[in-house]
């Protein structure tokens, strides 16, 4: 599976923005696609997951602002992000999980400015 993240930017406090990720080739082994990010000096960290049944599930702290979501039609995962905090900042990176493995996409840079 090849990914490719597109939709950062620079936005301020409160703003939004919406990540997408297109998604090629075996597609029909995917499971899981998810959305993780690193902002600089920290480790890679999970922000939320959607199943093939749809479920969605959410970090702690963007629950309520941020929302998952798969087109199956289009192959893409979308990431639409609201209420942003300057500790949203980071690079987000989409991953898949399915029968084949894991694959990342390229990241793509949100930065929040106060």
């Known amino acids: 599976v090849q990914l490719q993240a597109s939709g950062g930017g620079l936005v301020q406090v409160g703003g939004s923005l919406r990540l997408s990720c297109a998604a090629s080739g075996s597609i029909y082994s995917i499971n899981v696609m998810a959305w993780y990010r690193q902002a600089p000096g920290n480790l890679r960290e999970l922000v939320a997951y959607i199943s093939r049944a749809g479920r969605a599930v959410y970090v702690d702290s963007v629950k309520g602002r941020f929302t998952i979501s798969r087109d199956y039609a289009k192959n893409t995962l979308y990431l639409q992000m609201n209420s942003l905090k300057v500790a949203d900042t980071a690079a987000y990176y989409c991953?898949?999980?399915?029968?084949?493995?894991?694959?990342w996409g390229q990241g793509t840079l949100v930065t929040v400015s106060s």
């Open positions: 991953k898949t999980e399915g029968n084949l493995g894991d694959s």
